[in-house]
T-cell receptor, first 111, second 115 residues
Framework: GENVEQHPSTLSVQEGDSAVIKCTYS??????FPWYKQELGKRPQLIIDIRSNVGEKKDQRIAVTLNKTAKHFSLHITETQPEDSAVYFCAATSGTYKYIFGTGTRLKVLA | GAVVSQHPSWVICKSGTSVKIECRSL??????MFWYRQFPKQSLMLMAT?????????EQGVEKDKFLINHASLTLSTLTVTSAHPEDSSFYIC???????????FGPGTRLTVL
């Protein structure tokens, strides 16, 4: 079955710097890759997603890149702000809607 | 975006009792819903896929007789934790796709504490 690895598990950056989180998936049939932000005790919130027919997608300070050949995708957050501090999860699915989540990255933006 | 609600938001129960958690899609119909469990500082682990009008599909290692799922309508799925034990204490989250394509929309979660 699908397996998703996520790195790093924790990440601390200075406010204004960039943060990059990487995920690797195993199932070559995976075709949809969302990223979720989860604050303590709350539901995961979709922040950006990418489909397998696209190599990069950007939404203001957030971007995601996908390398299908290498089976990895990355989240890029530029100009980080303290409110970006949260746990970020990547996921992969092959269209059955069944998400397999990565292990999560705890991002801390230092003011 | 689509809205998914859960009830209750938190519940405390005694060991050996059963607890029912409801997941509702408020502004869309969901033939499929998903139930996840999240332990502190861990990722979301898929427990089962809830299918409207048919049996749920459970992930490997999840006891179907312990975690009863019912998806009786296009807007409601329920998860019943039977004979709950302290190790069942966790954050239970449901999700549903709105339509025939991703993304999934998550409910606010239910924190279960078994004493």
């Amino acid at each position: 079955g699908e397996n998703v690895e996520q790195h790093p598990s924790t990440l601390s950056v200075q406010e204004g710097d960039s943060a990059v989180i990487k995920c690797t998936y195993s199932d070559s049939a995976s075709n949809y890759f969302p990223w979720y932000k989860q604050e303590l005790g709350k539901r995961p919130q979709l922040i950006i997603d990418i489909r397998s027919n696209v190599g990069e997608k950007k939404d203001q300070r957030i971007a995601v890149t996908l390398n299908k050949t290498a089976k990895h995708f990355s989240l890029h957050i530029t100009e980080t702000q303290p409110e970006d501090s949260a746990v970020y999860f990547c996921a992969a699915t092959s269209g059955t809607y069944k998400y397999i989540f990565g292990t999560g990255t705890r991002l801390k933006v230092l003011a | 975006g689509a809205v998914v609600s859960q009830h209750p938001s938190w519940v405390i129960c005694k060991s050996g009792t059963s607890v029912k958690i409801e997941c509702r899609s408020l502004d869309f119909q969901a033939t499929t819903m998903f139930w996840y469990r999240q332990f502190p500082k861990q990722s979301l682990m898929l427990m089962a896929t809830s299918n409207e009008g048919s049996k749920a599909t459970y992930e490997q290692g999840v006891e179907k007789d312990k975690f009863l799922i019912n998806h009786a309508s296009l807007t409601l799925s329920t998860l019943t934790v039977t004979s709950a034990h302290p190790e069942d204490s966790s954050f239970y989250i449901c999700s549903a796709p709105a339509g025939n394509a991703p993304p999934q929309y998550f409910g606010p979660g239910t924190r279960l504490t078994v004493l």
